[in-house]
């Protein structure tokens, strides 16, 4: 990630310019990160999320997005996570209704441009949100899901599952992955 201007960015800035901008950028201490584009597994990887946990959410007070909602990390981070669901009342940073506070699960698809920032910093920053109970960060290349739930005493269990007879518990939510699900339409390289 490259930062978009060679300058020390305000929140207010930021804000006033990514809701008058026709792409999406993240905000990381004081800096502004276009975000590139998708590969078409990423996609289909999401798009796939996105329905299941709609499915399994319907009639329930929990509300899931897709990468359009950006969450407020800390006092001035704000993140674009590929899926965001959220199960007590959310809470908004303002009266523009585009920015949660309060997240239960973020999903990440990792991509080769950011895995590497998905991994550390970026759950670094995630874990600081009190409301966050797991964190998932899926591959795109082969079918592998890796799972944090958060602990007491703020320690966070590590899980992963793999290939595509594998599931997912997410004990937040009340739902289930399937790999084969999550993949669906995903070629694998040999």
Same mark, same amino acid.
């Given at each position: 990630m490259s930062a978009l201007a060679n300058k020390r960015w305000t929140v207010e800035e930021y804000l006033a310019f990514e809701r008058d901008s026709d792409e999406k950028h993240e905000f990381i201490d004081g800096n502004v990160y276009l975000m590139t584009g998708a590969s078409r597994e990423h996609n289909l990887i999401v798009f796939s999320l996105a329905t299941i946990l709609g499915n399994q959410l319907r009639g329930r007070a929990c509300e899931a997005y897709a990468n359009d909602m950006r969450v407020k990390v800390r006092r001035q981070d704000y993140t674009y996570p590929d899926v965001t669901v959220v199960c007590h009342p959310p809470e908004f940073e303002d009266a523009d209704v585009d920015t949660l @506070?309060?997240? !239960?699960?973020?999903? +990440?698809? @990792? %991509?080769?441009? !950011? +895995? /590497?920032?998905? &991994? #550390?910093?970026?759950?670094? !920053?995630? &874990? !600081?949100?009190?409301?966050? /109970? +797991?964190?998932?960060?899926?591959? /795109?290349?082969?079918?592998?899901?890796?799972?944090?739930?958060?602990?007491?005493? #703020?320690?966070?269990?590590? %899980?992963?599952?793999? #290939?595509?007879?594998? %599931? @997912? +518990?997410?004990?937040?939510? #009340?739902?289930?992955?399937?790999l084969a699900d999550i993949y669906e339409k995903v070629t694998f390289a040999d």
């Open positions: @506070l309060n997240p !239960t699960l973020l999903i +990440e698809v @990792l %991509s080769p441009s !950011t +895995e /590497q920032y998905d &991994r #550390g910093k970026k759950f670094e !920053t995630y &874990r !600081t949100l009190k409301s966050l /109970q +797991e964190y998932v960060l899926i591959a /795109q290349d082969r079918p592998h899901v890796e799972h944090y739930v958060r602990q007491d005493q #703020g320690m966070w269990m590590f %899980s992963e599952v793999n #290939g595509l007879d594998a %599931s @997912l +518990e997410l004990t937040s939510i #009340g739902c289930a992955l399937t």
